[in-house]
């Protein structure tokens, strides 16, 4: 037992578990792959309902889904009749704030999350230490210097941290920037195993750093109180927009239509018209399907087989299935695609995105070590991102954010008689 851990919470948005299969395979990880014999490896973690960045990370943070967060990105708003698009709105408790009401030192670099929520630009007690247009090393050495106990950059200055820091989060965007095949950090993919090369290629690179990071900080004589969490917010689905693609999304459309509905695709912002019965709407690769009034009895359980029967989909959730696994009541029905679709007119003519059912966005990467965390265990049972928040309380002798609802992973946890 020690009353001086410091949990660090490392976030690479949008480290599929897949990733790391194809990375390992190809002996490009060797920091993660020794890591796994010294920490537990969780085989089977799960992102949630709608896999997408802002409510996954948002889901981490307060150990719950969109059900408390209240974020899914995009919705059909059916009382103000307009589609809404959410960016970090998040009505839970987080872990930061949870941690500081009891008293515990808390720091977030560059995790937007607890960006004015918990941590704050030039708060020498709970800073949110920013470096603009940053680099992985860059983020990883503000993380050394604040352990270290020297000066960070927060609020456009170096400040000095005044309170001992007991949890501290990272994010990293690499791998959600370049998979995402968009030409921000990496030239644009021709193909889906050029984008899959270029992804590896930089977690060979964020390997490497990690690695040099741990042996900087195990020359700090709190490192033996140290405990990590390397988690992610989803996967990634890769797509191809094609003749065939669009074919597909018109004939989904036309199924939609052929049962007499008036439809509208529409954007954030935007609202539907008089006498329209259905409006659609996406974040990037799944479709929303909502009702305008309340539907003819049956009608959305007729819509789910119909839909679901076609080839080109994968997965169809109605409003009680969605809701079933935390999240929020935001569509009647959640159409995703089986990979490499994409619900669009147009879109490029290679890319991924995450916003799926699809085990490619939902089977996500977590690795955990240190102190007080169980050595050369893999958990191989479904493991939730709702759990880190209350198993990080946990290790800290913290109760869990208010609205958690979350599970602490017990079984990854080495601790002392009376620290459970």
Same mark, same amino acid.
């Given at each position: 037992m020690t009353d001086n851990r410091i949990v660090i919470y490392l976030n690479w948005d949008g480290f599929a578990h897949y990733y790391y299969q194809r990375a390992s395979a190809k002996n490009l990880v060797p920091t993660l792959d020794r890591l796994r014999t010294e920490g537990v490896f969780l085989a089977n973690a799960r992102s949630g309902i709608p896999s997408i960045t802002n409510p996954m990370q948002s889901a981490i943070a307060s150990g719950a889904y969109a059900g408390k967060t209240g974020n899914v990105k995009v919705f059909y708003n059916k009382r103000d009749r307009i589609v809404v698009e959410q960016r970090r709105e998040n009505k839970a408790e987080t872990i930061v704030d949870a941690l500081y009401r009891q008293g515990l030192g808390v720091a977030s670099v560059h995790h937007f999350t607890f960006e004015e929520q918990g941590t704050y630009a030039g708060d020498t007690e709970r800073p949110f230490i920013f470096l603009p247009m940053s680099t992985y090393q860059q983020r990883f050495d503000q993380l050394y210097r604040l352990l270290a106990g020297k000066p960070v950059?927060?609020?456009?200055?170096?400040?000095?941290?005044?309170?001992?820091?007991?949890?501290?989060?990272?994010?990293?965007?690499?791998?959600?920037?370049?998979?995402?095949?968009?030409?921000?950090?990496?030239?644009?993919?021709?193909?889906?195993?050029?984008?899959?090369?270029?992804?590896?290629?930089?977690?060979?690179?964020?390997?490497?750093?990690?690695?040099?990071?741990?042996?900087?900080?195990?020359?700090?004589?709190?490192?033996?109180?140290?405990?990590?969490?390397?988690?992610?917010?989803?996967?990634?689905?890769?797509?191809?927009?094609?003749?065939?693609?669009?074919?597909?999304?018109?004939?989904?459309?036309?199924?939609?239509?052929?049962?007499?509905?008036?439809?509208?695709?529409?954007?954030?912002?935007?609202?539907?018209?008089?006498?329209?019965?259905?409006?659609?709407? /996406? +974040?990037?690769?799944?479709? @929303?399907?909502?009702?305008?009034? %309340? #539907?003819?009895?049956?009608?959305?359980?007729?819509? =789910?087989?119909?839909?679901?029967?076609?080839?080109?989909?994968?997965?169809?959730?109605?409003?009680?299935?969605?809701?079933?696994?935390? /999240? +929020?009541?935001?569509?009647? @029905?959640?159409?995703?695609?089986? %990979? #490499?679709?994409?619900?669009?007119?147009?879109?490029? =003519?290679?890319?991924?995105?995450?916003?799926?059912?699809?085990?490619?966005?939902?089977?996500?990467?977590?690795?955990?070590?240190?102190?007080?965390?169980?050595?050369?265990?893999?958990?191989?049972?479904?493991?939730?991102i709702i759990d880190f928040a209350s198993t990080i309380a946990c290790l800290l002798h913290a109760d869990a954010p208010l609205q958690n609802e979350g599970s602490p992973i017990l079984e990854a946890l080495e601790l002392g008689q009376g620290e459970l």
């Open positions: 950059y927060s609020g456009d200055q170096m400040i000095s941290i005044t309170s001992p820091i007991h949890f501290v989060a990272v994010y990293l965007d690499d791998l959600d920037t370049i998979g995402h095949n968009n030409g921000k950090l990496a030239p644009i993919a021709a193909h889906e195993e050029e984008r899959i090369a270029t992804v590896l290629w930089r977690l060979n690179q964020l390997d490497t750093a990690l690695g040099i990071l741990l042996e900087r900080l195990a020359a700090l004589d709190s490192f033996e109180q140290m405990a990590f969490f390397l988690v992610t917010d989803h996967g990634m689905t890769p797509f191809s927009f094609d003749d065939t693609s669009l074919a597909a999304y018109q004939d989904l459309l036309s199924c939609i239509g052929s049962f007499g509905y008036t439809y509208e695709v529409l954007r954030p912002g935007e609202k539907p018209k008089e006498g329209t019965d259905i409006v659609l709407c /996406s +974040a990037g690769l799944s479709l @929303l399907l909502s009702f305008t009034e %309340p #539907p003819p009895t049956d009608a959305i359980d007729t819509l =789910q087989q119909v839909i679901a029967r076609k080839g080109y989909v994968g997965k169809v959730l109605n409003s009680k299935e969605i809701q079933a696994t935390g /999240s +929020a009541d935001f569509c009647d @029905l959640y159409i995703s695609p089986i %990979p #490499p679709y994409i619900f669009k007119d147009f879109a490029p =003519q290679v890319g991924a995105t995450h916003d799926s059912l699809d085990e490619s966005s939902q089977h996500v990467f977590s690795l955990l070590w240190g102190s007080g965390i169980k050595k050369n265990i893999q958990i191989t049972r479904p493991v939730k």
